[in-house]
């Protein structure tokens, strides 16, 4: 926790001044605008989301490309957490891995405004942002910078590097993804034998500002991950934080894990199917059939 709070607050003690001046500099707005679209960021993100047709992954990725409003949502949501609001992921991930797994390379996977990378950093990790959303990434990478911090970043529009990580985290990132399975597939190409994937799915039922959270059912999620070629090892309760450990996709004990998981959780329920976008679902069907 303290490594958190040191990153949030580039090293001073006052969390809630430095991220108001933050965000207050790099988009050019005054104190009060600042402070409000903090406070409100769900009124502006409703508003981006209905500057187009959402219903394809192409208008999605559009929001994505749009979605400054979350800049003001995640850094006042980081800056709650050092207040003990809420418990911070990657902290109880970080106190997880810390009997665990010595630090290596880590992936925060939809990084958001880079928080968690910061924090793997300052533990001993070679951390690295990523992030398919620019205005998320462009401020994540202006934060890190500011502070001098030696963090890669990676745009995941881009292709994910081979065997180039331990541990990756998805923290609110799934239920945001029009299609899991070939980002998971991705993913357990990009991490190396055994590493491990942290990975919750924040699904919600449909309402106008929820229209981001793509799923109401988490169970397909979890299919789409483990056939990708993860095993569940675990769970940490507290946060809703599922604990995957990466195997040989090609192995024998993964297609008769497979076979068992296939009882439980795929084929894809209706519910799955119902996303928020019934052009995305047909997609999905598609896919799926493919």
Not at 12 to 19: E, F, K, L, Y
Not at 56 to 63: E, I, M, P, R, S
Not at 156 to 181: E, G, K, M, S, W
Not at 240 to 262: K, Q
Request: aromatic share 12%; proline share 6%.
């Amino acid at each position: 926790m303290e490594a958190f709070v040191t990153g949030m607050g580039n090293g001073g003690v006052d969390v809630r001044a430095t991220i108001l001046r933050e965000l207050s500099e790099y988009w050019g707005r005054d104190p009060d605008e600042t402070l409000d679209r903090c406070l409100n960021w769900e009124d502006y993100s409703v508003r981006e989301w209905q500057r187009q047709d959402r219903t394809t992954a192409d208008g999605v990725l559009d929001f994505y490309q749009q979605c400054e409003s979350w800049t003001y949502d995640l850094l006042w949501y980081d800056y709650l957490r050092t207040c003990e609001y809420a418990i911070p992921h990657a902290v109880v991930i970080a106190e997880w891995l810390r009997t665990r797994r010595r630090p290596g390379s880590h992936l925060d996977f939809g990084a958001g405004t880079g928080s968690a990378s910061i924090m793997f950093h300052h533990l001993g990790w070679r951390s690295t942002i990523g992030d398919v959303s620019m205005p998320l990434l462009d401020f994540a990478r202006w934060r890190v910078d500011r502070r001098g911090l030696p963090i890669d970043s990676l745009d995941l529009r881009q292709p994910l590097p081979d065997a180039a990580f331990d541990v990756v985290t998805a923290i609110d990132t799934f239920a945001h993804v029009p299609d899991v399975f070939p980002v998971a597939s991705s993913l357990h190409a990009a991490m190396r034998p055994d590493g491990y994937l942290f990975a919750n799915f924040d699904v919600r039922p449909p309402s106008e500002y929820n229209a981001w959270h793509l799923y109401s059912d988490d169970l397909g999620l979890h299919w789409d991950i483990r056939r990708a070629g993860f095993r569940h090892v675990g769970a940490i309760p507290e946060i809703g934080m599922h604990i995957f450990r990466r195997t040989p996709s090609s192995s024998v004990s993964h297609r008769a894990r497979l076979g068992m998981d296939s009882l439980r959780y795929g084929p894809p329920s209706k519910a799955y199917w119902q996303t928020r976008h019934a052009t995305g679902s047909l997609v999905r069907r598609a896919l799926w059939h493919r």
